[in-house]
């Protein structure tokens, strides 16, 4: 089946303590994308990955990493978290290759990180 | 000026009701437009893209307007299964960049029996 996996799909920690969010796809998509979702604001995007080892920031970067070493996998890494950041994420892929923002995306079930 | 913007709603219809939501984004450049529906803090599914001409799906009906800069969604004899957030895409194109996507924060509906 095809699909976007994020792990873990709930999760509670306190500030500073570093995390990853773990993202895959079995779709050999080459595009792939980090989102937040809070009230009122929408989904803003956090990073995005065109291929493997190319990663840019999106409209919220501050505060997060990520890394792309295989096409399959793109974690999203919270360095030392801080309470502003409890939020429900979302990872999301697309094929293609010029104009990749213009694809279907496929999104991951959602994590929801709450940081004390 | 948010780029993308959408009224939040709640819109509440009768079932079988037609109903029309609107988009707009402030980016002229903008070059790729879609609708996706989100149910209940799920992930966000495709509903369909948005095309210059105009396109349906069943009951679904998209528009854009590149002189007023808004996209629209037409929605006839609603479901109750209608029921959801439906969210506005934008693909800015800034700086010939074509990796991001811009969301509206979402317009509710609520299809009552």
């Known amino acids: 089946e095809a699909q976007v996996t994020q792990n873990p799909r709930y999760l509670i920690t306190v500030t500073g303590k570093k995390l990853t969010v773990t993202c895959s796809q079995n779709?050999?998509?080459?595009?792939m994308s980090w989102y937040r979702q809070d009230p009122g604001l929408g989904l803003r995007q956090i990073y995005y990955s065109m291929n493997v080892e190319v990663t840019d920031k999106g409209d919220v970067p501050e505060g997060y990493k990520v890394s792309r070493k295989e096409k399959r996998n793109f974690p999203l890494i919270l360095e030392s978290p801080s309470p502003n950041q409890t939020s429900l994420y979302f990872c999301?892929?697309?094929?293609?290759?010029?104009?990749?923002?213009?694809?279907?995306?496929?999104f991951g079930p959602g994590t929801r990180l709450t940081v004390l | 000026r948010k780029e993308v913007e959408q009224d939040p709603g709640p819109f509440n219809v009768p079932e079988g009701a037609t109903v029309a939501f609107n988009c707009t984004y402030s980016n002229s450049a903008s070059q790729s437009f879609f609708w996706y529906r989100q149910d209940c803090r799920k992930e966000p599914k495709l509903l369909m893209s948005?095309?210059?001409s105009g396109n349906e799906d069943g009951r679904f009906t998209a528009q854009l307007n590149r002189a007023s800069q808004y996209i629209s969604l037409l929605i006839r004899d609603s479901k109750l299964s209608d029921s959801a957030t439906y969210l506005c895409v934008v693909n800015p194109r800034r700086n010939s960049n074509t990796g991001k996507l811009i969301f509206g924060q979402g317009t509710t509906l609520q299809v009552k029996p």
């Open positions: 779709m050999n998509h080459e595009y």
């Open positions: 999301a892929s697309s094929n293609g290759t010029s104009g990749m923002g213009s694809n279907t995306q496929y």
């Open positions: 948005v095309y210059s």
